[in-house]
């Protein structure tokens, strides 16, 4: 074959293809003109309703065979976005903003597919076909019933839908694995019916990151799940001991928050509470199978003679991965949706993404036999995990299920890979309406002169925080040195995520309750006593708030958010 020998590319040519790619850019604007000049109440997302695409079967083992695929927003869309965002923020009310019930998440015509019943005579490919033809049947139903824009995003690949398919079938007791933050969008009731009246098995729901809360939170959101499912089994959890409980109301408790030690280790004192509700609802047949009171008893005895040096011994880890390609091989060839190994007890993990599946199972094995990230999808295949040689753990894969809470929720919930979001400042303006960002990042306004300032109310807008922020921690882009407002935004983001930034959700009712009531009627009263003293001793008072930030810790967030009204 003859060598071809590249021929140069002249700085002519070079300029003559950037002006052919600005052209088309034109020209691709002008085919989605957006008029700036409309009211200010122009919906977030308004765009006509995209052609339908069919899930096509995926052959091979490829790297993009259990990647989730979601809808994404066009440039008309994300045009309008970033000037909604420059707008002054609306500030919310903590009864509007900060209440989520399941009418409000979840819609009673919005389900999940469950997989076709099947035979044990049929072939590999046949089922799998018939799987491909229900799963785009449902697909087009769920479009066709409901509106794009009312249906947020959710998981269009039928690949990463059969990892949930396989862990339930495989699994005798199911662990719900949610977020204490906003537990109700990580409770689908379409997922509850499926698990406990299509397939019967036992249900635990494990309310996780109860240490980013405050235990009153914790309480409120034990009782409304039990006023709406009263059969469901709840157990509470944490995966970490270096962070303590907090009052979610308290401003000076939430800028406590936006550090965290750079070495976290795995807390297992709540393992034995999480075996002893699984032990409840185990079927008598396999209840003989595991010494349920010799496990709890080793957690609650020996959770704080933990060795955080033992993270090297990954033999457990190793067994595991033969462990799941047997497990394969099996659903695959023999395998039905009512028989599983009658030789161990299978606690099956399933929920959205960033909920903690991993690393709660790492905090049963007290150390990391499962590797995490707070990237969605980091979990490719279901994993199984044996904590005694009768007694398994099965991780399945995060995925997104549909819903009818707004897209931003879902950005700030973690369900979507916050470096991949094409346009992040409405997340910020969905947080910053409901949470004084501004005051916990103690920003200040983006202005060449804040002596301007004193005296005025200025109006903040999402736009404005996410500047400040990028003049705060030196975000500046490469041209220009402007600050990079795309970079903050996505870094507040992700302290969202990591719980730096609490955005916690409460039940209804929660605010006109007798707890919460007292509460205020106490900070009302601490207040009060802390005015009259600074009026009495300025030079005290002054001295004081030098010293210690007491004064500030007693001003409740929902309090801020009522003086700013904009």
Excluded at 233 to 257: E, G, I, Y
Excluded at 319 to 329: F, I, L, N
Excluded at 454 to 463: E, P, T, V
Excluded at 480 to 495: F, N, S
Aim: with cysteine.
């Amino acid at each position: 074959m003859p060598f071809h020998r590249k021929k140069p590319f002249s700085a002519k040519k070079k300029k003559a293809q950037l002006q052919s790619k600005r052209a088309t850019k034109r020209e691709q604007h002008s085919e989605n003109d957006v008029d700036w000049n409309s009211p200010e109440d122009q919906p977030i997302v308004a765009s006509a309703k995209p052609a339908f695409k069919l899930q096509q079967p995926v052959a091979g083992d490829g790297r993009n065979k259990l990647t989730s695929q979601f809808d994404k927003l066009s440039r008309v869309e994300i045009e309008a976005n970033k000037r909604r965002s420059m707008q002054p923020l609306k500030r919310l009310d903590p009864r509007e903003g900060l209440i989520m019930s399941f009418d409000q998440a979840y819609s009673a015509d919005v389900d999940i597919p469950v997989r076709p019943e099947w035979e044990y005579g049929e072939s590999k490919e046949q089922l799998e076909e018939r799987e491909l033809e229900y799963f785009n049947g449902w697909l087009e139903r769920l479009q066709e019933s409901k509106d794009e824009s009312a249906v947020s995003l959710y998981e269009k690949n039928l690949e990463v839908w059969r990892q949930l398919w396989r862990v339930v079938e495989i699994s005798d007791i199911m662990l719900l694995i949610v977020d204490i933050r906003h537990p109700v969008l990580h409770f689908p009731p379409s997922l509850y019916r499926y698990i406990t009246e299509t397939t019967g098995k036992p249900l635990v729901v494990v309310l996780n990151k109860i240490d980013l809360v405050a235990e009153t939170t914790v309480q409120a959101w034990m009782h409304y799940f039990k006023q709406k499912f009263p059969s469901v089994v709840l157990t509470r959890f944490r995966c970490f001991k270096d962070q303590a409980l907090v009052d979610d109301t308290k401003l000076a408790d939430m800028k406590m928050r936006k550090s965290r030690p750079r070495k976290r280790t795995h807390d297992a004192r709540l393992v034995g509470d999480l075996f002893a509700a699984c032990r409840s609802v185990c079927e008598k047949s396999k209840l003989d199978l595991v010494d349920w009171n010799e496990l709890i008893a080793r957690y609650t005895d020996d959770a704080e003679e933990e060795d955080e040096d033992e993270d090297e011994d990954k033999d457990e880890q190793d067994g595991s991965s033969d462990e799941e390609e047997s497990d394969v091989e099996e659903m695959e060839n023999t395998g039905h949706g009512e028989r599983v190994n009658s030789k161990y007890v299978t606690l099956g993990l399933v929920g959205h993404p960033n909920v903690g599946k991993s690393t709660i199972i790492n905090s049963i094995m007290q150390r990391t036999v499962v590797s995490t990230s707070r990237t969605p999808g980091h979990t490719k295949h279901f994993q199984t995990i044996h904590v005694t040689p009768t007694l398994r753990l099965c991780d399945c894969p995060g995925l997104v299920f549909p819903c009818v809470v707004e897209r931003p929720m879902q950005v700030l919930a973690g369900l979507y890979n916050i470096a991949q979001v094409q346009e992040p400042y409405t997340s910020v303006m969905y947080l910053a309406e409901r949470v004084p960002v501004e005051r916990i990042l103690t920003l200040q306004p983006p202005v060449d002169n804040p002596d301007l300032l004193q005296g005025i109310d200025y109006k903040w807008s999402a736009w404005s925080i996410c500047e400040a922020f990028a003049y705060e921690r030196g975000f500046y882009t490469s041209k220009g040195a402007r600050p990079d407002v795309y970079r903050a935004a996505l870094h507040i983001l992700r302290w969202v995520l990591d719980g730096r930034i609490l955005l916690s959700f409460k039940p209804p009712n929660f605010f006109d309750s007798l707890e919460y009531l007292r509460a205020a009627a106490k900070e009302e009263e601490q207040q009060s006593r802390g005015q009259e003293s600074k009026d009495s001793s300025t030079h005290e008072a002054s001295s004081d708030d030098e010293d210690s930030p007491q004064p500030v810790a007693q001003q409740s967030m929902f309090a801020l958010l009522g003086e700013e009204s904009c």
